[in-house]
């Protein structure tokens, strides 16, 4: 097997990549309003098991993602020191044979699919009104 990641990488192969790694790089598009992404590529990072490192707004959703699930850390853009120290800490630990581990298992249950397609179903049902008006021919 290869050591060079191909850019067509089938999904199954990438998954097993992301369990793979001593780390994920997660960047989050420098745009307004950024503090609201949620990219995809999150929840398959939480599920890979591995310690993330995001680039973002550490105010955002994805920070308090990040935070509820003890799976990594967000570092606003550009903060360099941040960077080092992260990927310092990250390397040493590794070296020592005790690497930093990823999400809690215990603590994803509320970003699986299913959990997130219920909360949107009840975000749904609570914006429909009750009684609806009927529509006749």
């Not at 550490?58 to 003890?70: C, K, M, V, W």
């Not at 360099?80 to 690497?99: K, N, S």
């Not at 999400?103 to 997130?116: F, I, T, V």
Request: glycine share 8%; hydrophobic share 40%; with cysteine.
């Amino acid at each position: 097997s290869s050591d060079v990641c191909s850019s067509d990488l089938p999904h199954h192969e990438a998954i097993a990549w992301m369990q793979r790694s001593a780390a994920l790089l997660l960047p989050i598009n420098r745009v307004m309003d950024s503090a609201g992404i949620v990219t995809g590529k999150i929840y398959e990072y939480l599920a890979a098991g591995r310690p993330v490192l995001a680039l973002g707004d550490p105010a955002g959703e994805a920070s308090r993602i990040l935070a509820d699930t003890s799976s990594g850390s967000i570092l606003a853009y550009g903060d360099v020191d941040g960077l080092v120290g992260w990927l310092d800490a990250h390397y040493a630990a590794w070296e020592q044979g005790t690497a930093h581990s990823g999400a809690n298992p215990a603590s994803l249950g509320p970003y699986s699919r299913k959990e997130q397609a219920a909360s949107l179903a009840r975000l749904l049902e609570e914006s429909i009104p009750e009684s609806r008006p009927t529509h006749s021919s």
